[in-house]
């Protein structure tokens, strides 16, 4: 089924892309027209306001042409057909749809539900909010300390009994910091909320009474009923209910809720991605601007699988490729300055300064750190710091000292006394390819990139309309923005 839904929302686009006296076809692409609302939608999204390098329209054009045709591409290569692929797209139309299943009114049912079982939850004797003043006991005190505890919440009890005003008291010697700063007041609460001793306590109080000393785990209180009630009409909380279902994520089990009424409601006639995917096409029909955004991330996801498997992972993984490209392209990776090409590192004992280079000196760069980390780190001692790399002047400050010759300050490392370095200086640029790898990939990435389009325009057909390409952003008026 769901191999279904995501074929319909294929073949909603196509079916939504029949051209319409306001919305011509602005260009065909491997026999598939395309509206100039989509192609206006990309435009304007990818040329918006902060946007650095913006294109005029003209130059967008083939920008949009190479896009789809990728895309072609990967649908040719099936990769819409990958479960992975459909997995992604559907969570994302999901995401997109899912809230329009519910409205206002599914939303106010469950805030009722939620207070109807918060009052069954209160029980009978409602809520109430008791003010108190502890006197914390442990539950392994000694037998000393338990006096002068009882001892002390008596005196405060007699107090109290005397007159003494109960929320000043409370915020002098109440060692419940929480609530003695409030006078010893505490929030609303109803049965099950409190420990036993204190529930059984405060419960049959009416607001004005006080309790005797009452011992709980924490210690010993005296508590004074402030008020008793029932919990306010649902119209007091429907705001802070609503604000409790969007801050808890409850709305989207309200979705869940919805579809699965509407599924055992069809008896067996809809599941929930026909009804979702029904949702979308209604949507999409009223808003291009979702309609595209869903057909944005289709293709998108499509345009980053084909994308990796042709350009991306293919150059990164091309060692053979990589060499050929960088011996071809050489000059263009000149230095405009020396390199250092080794380590600085940083040992304890002066013997391990030999060792260190005899451990590398036969071995190609990019083994260093695996030979040395098995020779001398291999358990917990530490008997080296090293720091590998291709230095320039100013990338490290050892390097610079000794390498350099330049005047500099070099901090040393805790516990690692003894300074080398080990390498060699590069004077016009690097040895091979993996001393820039980075630049060198990225740039082969370009080479093969621009090689697949070419590709790709001679395998596919493509036109535009260049009367109708004018009329973009500025319907049925002459286009400046672009070339004519």
């Known amino acids: 089924m769901l191999f279904a839904a995501l074929f319909a929302a294929v073949s909603f686009a196509a079916v939504a892309q029949q051209p319409q006296a306001d919305d011509p076809v602005i260009m065909t692409i491997n026999g598939q027209p395309v509206l100039r609302s989509e192609f206006e939608y990309s435009y304007n999204k990818n040329n918006s306001e902060g946007v650095i390098d913006k294109k005029t329209i003209d130059e967008y054009v083939d920008l949009f042409v190479n896009y789809k045709l990728k895309v072609c591409a990967a649908l040719d290569a099936h990769l819409d057909t990958l479960t992975s692929f459909k997995q992604e797209f559907a969570q994302y139309r999901d995401q997109q749809i ?270 260093w750190p695996d030979a040395l980390r098995q020779t001398f780190n291999a358990d917990s001692v530490l008997r080296i710091r090293v720091e590998k790399g291709i230095f320039k002047r100013g990338d490290h400050a050892l390097v610079d000292s000794i390498v350099f010759k330049k005047d500099t300050t070099v901090t040393k490392v805790k516990d690692f006394p003894i300074d080398a370095v080990y390498g060699k200086i590069l004077k016009k640029g690097p040895e091979d390819y993996t001393d820039v790898r980075g630049l060198v990939t990225a740039d082969y990435q370009d080479e093969l990139e621009k090689a697949w389009v070419a590709e790709l325009r001679r395998k596919y057909t493509f036109t535009v309309d260049r009367e109708v390409l004018k009329t973009v952003n500025s319907h049925g008026t002459t286009q400046t923005d672009g070339k004519k």
Not at 180 to 197: C, D, I, M, N, T
Not at 278 to 284: I, L, P, S
Not at 351 to 357: G, I, S, Y
Request: glycine share 6%.
């Open 98 to 367: 899912r809230p329009a299943i519910i409205n206002d009114d599914d939303v106010l049912v469950e805030a009722h539900k939620i207070y109807d079982q918060t009052v069954e939850s209160i029980g009978p004797d409602g809520l109430i909010q008791t003010a108190h003043i502890l006197i914390r006991l442990d539950q392994k005190a000694t037998e000393e300390e338990q006096k002068a505890a009882k001892v002390r919440i008596d005196s405060i009890y007699d107090a109290l009994k005397k007159g003494a005003d109960f929320s000043e008291l409370a915020k002098k010697v109440s060692q419940d910091p929480g609530s003695a700063q409030q006078g010893g007041l505490l929030p609303f609460v109803s049965r099950g909320q409190l420990v036993k001793e204190f529930e059984e306590a405060a419960f049959p109080l009416q607001p004005g009474e006080m309790s005797p000393v009452v011992q709980s785990p924490f210690g010993y209180h005296i508590i004074l009923m402030k008020e008793r009630k029932m919990l306010e009409p649902f119209d007091f909380h429907k705001e802070n209910i609503l604000k409790f279902i969007e801050q808890r994520g409850i709305r989207d089990r309200i979705v869940e809720q919805k579809l699965d009424t509407l599924v055992a409601q069809s008896e067996g006639k809809l599941t929930k991605e026909s009804i979702l995917e029904k949702k979308a096409d209604e949507m999409a029909a009223e808003d291009s601007d979702l309609k595209y955004l869903i057909r944005e991330y289709h293709d998108g996801l499509l345009l980053y699988e084909i994308s990796n498997s042709t350009v991306w992972d293919k150059a990164a993984k091309d060692e053979a490729g990589l060499e050929r490209y960088f011996k071809k392209n050489k000059k263009k990776y000149a230095w405009d300055e020396p390199r250092y090409k080794g380590m600085a590192y940083h040992v304890k004992v002066q013997e391990d300064v030999k060792a260190v280079r005899d451990c590398v000196k036969k071995l190609k760069f990019d083994q």
